[in-house]
């Protein structure tokens, strides 16, 4: 019931490729749907977050897709760069608490 | 990093030691959390607090202790290291339930 799901692992694109990222969550309580950017020796950083009345949200080049049907939500980054190389991870949160997936390494290639 | 400091950053220890880890914001959050992150399981949650002396349990909170005397600082302890407690730990605020977390930089600990 508390899981976050996060799928791939790592994920090597192209730059200028679309990053594709997908989260599942079990727990229907959630109402808060972040994901964070992670470099080497920092923490998390907040990137972009949804709620559940909006089925997408873009900010820039990330976007949010959310399906409240099917437990899902994804975020995109369109022409990916280099500088985007990072570890991203979801979260769903709710009173108090977040969970967070497993997060994915991106690597995008020069 | 949203006025977080954690202290230290880097610690090793010897495994049946006694570990604090501090907390420190100067955004007047009301909501504190301690996380561990370890490959292949994400960040999770140890303990939280939602006010002064207002704590509970997280999802991994064995082996851990805290505390919270003032809004802004947030101690974690571990009341005996053990080598599973090495980690990199973080600590996050948020303004109030269901906003965003803003992280600290972590605390890498090694048990040896």
């Known amino acids: 019931q508390q899981q976050v799901k996060q799928s791939p692992q790592s994920l090597i694109v192209q730059k200028g490729g679309i990053s594709i990222i997908n989260c599942a969550y079990e727990n229907t309580a959630f109402d808060y749907f972040p994901w964070y950017q992670q470099f080497p020796g920092k923490g998390p950083a907040l990137l972009i977050a949804i709620r559940p009345d909006v089925s997408e949200k873009k900010e820039g080049r990330f976007t949010i897709s959310f399906n409240k049907s099917a437990k899902q939500f994804s975020l995109h980054i369109m022409d990916s760069q280099p500088g985007d190389s990072a570890t991203y991870f979801c979260?769903?949160?709710?009173?108090?608490?977040?969970?967070f997936g497993t997060g994915t390494r991106l690597k995008v290639l020069a | 990093d949203a006025g977080i400091t954690q202290s230290p950053r880097h610690k090793v220890t010897e495994t049946g030691t006694p570990v604090t880890l501090r907390c420190h914001q100067t955004?007047?959050?009301?909501?504190m959390y301690w996380y561990r992150q370890d490959p292949g399981h994400g960040l999770r949650l140890i303990h939280y607090?939602?006010?002064?002396?207002?704590?509970d349990k997280g999802e991994v909170s064995d082996g851990y202790s805290v505390s919270r005397s003032k809004t802004e600082d947030f101690l974690l302890t571990l009341e005996s290291a053990t080598s599973s407690q090495t980690s990199v730990y973080f600590c996050?605020?948020?303004?109030?339930?269901?906003?965003?977390?803003?992280f600290g930089n972590g605390t890498r600990l090694t048990v040896t």
């Open positions: 996050a605020i948020s303004e109030d339930t269901g906003s965003s977390l803003h």
């Open positions: 955004e007047n959050h009301r909501y």
């Open positions: 607090s939602y006010g002064v002396k207002d704590t």
């Open positions: 979260a769903a949160g709710g009173t108090y608490k977040y969970i």
